[in-house]
């Protein structure tokens, strides 16, 4: 276990920094197609073993989208312990504002596995709530492969370590299935999951103050995360204010500096 630490530190990084890829890491990496539409015709097998559509979670809310695979030994064990993490302080709730649906890119992966991880990471965000808007999903190498591709997600198994190699992070989708936001690493912070599904949502979920916050926000793609576009804007006319200020005060100093002089040559002069 020792060996894969610095690999999943790597992993971990690697999609918020631009860093020299050693050779087991070429070739992973996640693509941004912002926009871009999944196929959501795809079927997989749910939790319940159920073959479903995957555009019978979209429609009316969006859609929080974890790529992961259930017999994973650490990584995605915190990707989805940094989903529960960053959701449990929201006012929005899962299977009312938004669904999470992870899906396993492992083909080996069953209904069971998904059933199991389901249940334990639903019971972490709230052991009250149930497991409704949490949807665990399997499938097959051919709809692994076109859902992977469709959002740019590239990974692949290494016989060394008995692992599958991929970065951490999620996307978050409209209801109409297409790509809104990337957001990386494994722990995500709740401003970043709420302002991301508020937009996805096209504001139709959230309150006004929310959508208040939309402008105070703006999501920087290179970091999958939002900052205070706004309050910098702020800061820096505070600043440019200060500068004014200063300037003009420095300005009447002198002025009066000068007049003071001019008073006391004349006195002299009488």
């Not at 276990?1 to 990496?29: D, H, N, V």
């Not at 790529?67 to 994973?72: G, K, P, S, T």
């Not at 900052?227 to 002198?254: I, K």
Request: aromatic residues 10%; hydrophobic residues 40%.
């Amino acid at each position: 276990m020792k060996k894969l630490l610095p690999l999943l530190f790597s992993l971990t990084l690697l999609a918020s920094a631009p860093l020299k890829l050693p050779p087991e890491l070429q070739g992973i990496g996640i693509d941004q197609k912002l926009n871009a539409q999944i196929p959501l015709d795809t079927e997989f097998v749910d939790q319940d073993g159920r073959v479903v559509r995957l555009g019978s979670y979209f429609g009316r809310e969006p859609v929080l989208l974890a790529l992961v695979y259930f017999r994973c030994p650490m990584l995605c064990s915190q990707i989805l312990s940094g989903v529960v993490s960053g959701l449990k302080p929201l006012s929005l709730e899962p299977g009312r504002d938004f669904n999470v649906v992870a899906i396993s890119f492992d083909p080996q992966d069953t209904p069971a596995t998904a059933r199991e991880k389901r249940d334990e990471y639903a019971h972490h965000y709230s052991s009250k709530a149930g497991v409704r808007g949490w949807n665990f999903l399997t499938g097959s190498a051919e709809s692994i492969r076109a859902i992977t591709e469709a959002v740019g997600f590239h990974y692949r198994w290494d016989e060394q370590t008995k692992m599958f190699l991929h970065l951490s992070g999620i996307m978050i989708l409209t209801p109409e299935g297409n790509i809104s936001r990337y957001l990386y690493g494994v722990e995500y912070q709740p401003k970043d999951l709420k302002l991301s599904l508020i937009e996805a949502s096209h504001n139709k979920i959230g309150s006004a103050v929310d959508e208040v916050l939309l402008f105070c926000y703006h999501y920087d793609p290179t970091t999958g995360k939002y900052g205070a576009a706004v309050m910098n804007l702020l800061r820096g006319a505070g600043v440019l204010t200060l500068c004014a200020l200063g300037g003009t005060l420095a300005f009447l100093w002198r002025r009066n500096l000068q007049e003071d002089r001019r008073a006391l040559e004349r006195e002299l002069q009488t």
